[in-house]
T-cell receptor, first 111, second 116 residues
């Protein structure tokens, strides 16, 4: 059974700090990885996708992928209170783009 | 990315009744999916809505409980039948969207159902 594991948190960081969110996945055939942000009462919003080993940066967000360790992370630099949300990690296998989702990590950025 | 609209956005339903959720996409898409997110839980795939044929259901979900229609490449409906309080959940329509780097799943705004 394909699984994506995340620490449920909450992860609490001060404003301006780097928030580090981690995720592991069980299916070695996974080839596509996603981070979604979900505010309370809202639907998930895609913030990053990553498909190859290494880092991918987009503004304040950096996704890191290590397929050998089956590990994906999301770094949020200069964290803002508006970043407070649940972050969902997802992984999809090659040939099927239907991702399996983790349960999400709650991030709280306090002023 | 595609713009995905769902309605109703929120509803309170009586036990034993059924409710149909509509999903409209502003572009033609091949793959449409329905997810459920129960309180405090992650997203669970209910089914893939196939255009012109029966939906493909995931383990634990059946057509009698969650009938799905997909009459064309921009529209789908999910019905939650004979509802019980356990069906209180967020129901999310999603589409697969091809981008330069790869295919990605985008979600509609969701339909928040409370069964009383």
């Amino acid at each position: 059974q394909k699984e994506v594991e995340q620490n449920s948190g909450p992860l609490s960081v001060p404003e301006g700090a780097i928030a580090s969110l981690n995720c592991t996945y069980s299916d070695r055939g996974s080839q596509s990885f996603f981070w979604y942000r979900q505010y309370s009462g809202k639907s998930p919003e895609l913030i990053m996708s990553i498909y190859s080993n290494g880092d991918k940066e987009d503004g304040r967000f950096t996704a890191q992928l290590n397929k050998a360790s089956q590990y994906v992370s999301l770094l949020i630099r200069d964290s803002q209170p508006s970043d407070s949300a649940t972050y969902l990690c997802a992984a999809a296998s090659g040939g099927s783009y239907i991702p399996t989702f983790g349960r999400g990590t709650s991030l709280i950025v306090h002023p | 990315s595609a713009v995905i609209s769902q309605k109703p956005s929120r509803d309170i339903c009586q036990r034993g009744t059924s409710l149909t959720i509509q999903c409209q996409v502003d572009s033609q898409v091949t793959m449409m999916f329905w997810y459920r997110q129960q309180p405090g839980q992650s997203l669970t795939l209910i089914a893939t809505a196939n255009q012109g044929s029966e939906a493909t259901y995931e383990s634990g979900f059946v057509i009698d409980k969650f009938p799905i229609s997909r009459p064309n490449l921009t529209f789908s409906t999910l019905t939650v039948s004979n509802m019980s309080p356990e069906d209180s959940s967020i129901y999310l329509c999603s589409v697969e969207w091809a981008e330069n780097s790869g295919n990605t799943i985008y979600f509609g705004e969701g339909s928040w159902l409370t069964v009383v």
